[in-house]
């Protein structure tokens, strides 16, 4: 294998790789079963969780 055919190789699969990896974050990040979670992340650091760092 050559240097082209490797990089040649490693542009394309890795680009698929990207994209179905890109794809499977964004179907996990609008799953409707995480809303709970990801609502509850987003509040966390507004919450008063008793915790005094004063």
Same mark, same amino acid.
């Given at each position: #294998?050559?240097?082209? *055919?490797a990089t040649? =190789? &490693?542009q394309t699969?890795? %680009? &698929? %790789?990207l994209a179905v990896? =890109? /794809?499977l974050a964004l179907i996990y990040a609008l799953w409707p !079963?995480?809303? #709970?979670? =990801? @609502? *509850?992340a &987003?509040?966390?650091p %507004? @919450? @008063? !969780? /008793?915790d @005094?760092? /004063?």
């Open positions: #294998m050559t240097y082209e *055919q040649h =190789f &490693a699969w890795g %680009l &698929a %790789l990896c =890109f /794809g !079963g995480n809303k #709970m979670k =990801f @609502d *509850q &987003a509040r966390s %507004l @919450d @008063d !969780g /008793g @005094d760092n /004063g």
